[in-house]
């Protein structure tokens, strides 16, 4: 049986939809069910480093997926105060990594085949992504069994989630099948009309896609980032850590249901 982990990926081509609040929170869940657990950052704007106060050392966190020395990653990740919770940060310098790599055949696979060398160190991975398409999110995308889309419920984020389907399509092509695709409604406002009919939307043009679960608009999940602390243990924002808990259930049924699906 294969111990490579499972690995998901949160992406979405908008920005601001709650990508890393959601890895932190669903990796924060993980590791209290005491899953070993990796997040890893790919976003040049590194926030989900910041969030977890992790910073880079000299190979420079997940830039060194893409150094010569396949190895030397390894030795970027970080602690964070969570237990069963580690984390490969990010630099700003991923920002290069198009350019420099762009055209450089198998820098799409990179953190795949990063996964692949691990053996059995953790059971899980969690890869946030920039808002951006480009070799880190490829690297994400060809390395996760499952994708999730948090999508914030205003109409602006609807679009974001029409490139992003685009993408999974056509790197669906180019990898013979891609993963599960999950959208998730985030920052929902019942009090607002927007909210509300955007939600209606979801509903009824990602029908297949669309998880129940819906993470509410709740102020705490600031407070709980600023505190570097994931929502689950921050006291005030219960209604979103009860909304993430329900998502990750869903999602691993999902999962279970797959591989019963593989095996038979
Ligand atoms: N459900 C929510 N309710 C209220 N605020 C939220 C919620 N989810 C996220 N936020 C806040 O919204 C802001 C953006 O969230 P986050 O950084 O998770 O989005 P993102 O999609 O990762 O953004 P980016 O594309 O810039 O990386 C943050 O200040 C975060 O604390
Ligand atoms: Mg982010």
Redesign the pocket.
């Known amino acids: 049986m294969s111990n490579l982990p499972h690995t998901w990926a949160i992406a ?1 081509q908008k ?8 890895a932190v929170a669903l990796g924060g869940l993980l590791a209290r069910q005491g899953e070993r657990t990796l997040l890893v950052d790919m ?1 040049p ?1 590194a ?1 989900m480093s910041a969030y977890l106060q992790c910073e880079a050392g000299p190979a420079g966190g997940s830039w060194a997926l893409f150094a010569k020395d396949r190895q030397v990653w390894q030795t970027e990740v970080c602690q964070t105060a969570i237990e069963h919770l580690e984390l490969l940060p990010a630099v700003s310098a991923l920002a290069t990594v198009d350019r420099q790599f762009g055209s450089v055949p198998g820098m799409g696979r990179r953190l795949a085949e990063a996964l692949q060398s691990l053996g059995g160190r953790y059971q899980r991975v969690i890869v ?1 992504c ?2 951006t398409l480009g070799v880190p999110m490829v690297n994400a995308l060809a390395a996760c069994e499952r994708v999730v889309s ?1 999508t914030q419920t205003e109409f602006m984020a609807l679009r974001g989630l029409q490139h992003m389907q685009a993408t999974l399509a056509k790197i669906s092509h180019s990898l013979g099948g891609i993963s599960a695709w999950h959208v998730v409604a ?2 929902y406002d019942p009090r607002t009309h927007a909210s509300t009919v955007c939600l209606q939307t979801l509903r009824e043009q990602y029908a297949e896609h669309l998880a129940n679960s819906v ?5 705490q ?2 407070e709980a ?1 600023h505190a570097g602390v994931p929502p689950h243990a921050w006291p005030g924002a219960r209604r ?1 850590a009860r909304a993430y808990d329900n998502l990750l259930d869903e999602l691993l049924a999902a999962e279970t249901q797959s591989q019963s699906e593989g095996a038979a």
Do not use: E, Q
């Open positions: 979405n920005g601001g939809v709650g990508k890393t609040t959601t976003d704007h926030s946030d920039p808002p948090p985030t920052l993470i509410p608009m709740d102020t999940l600031r980032s979103a």
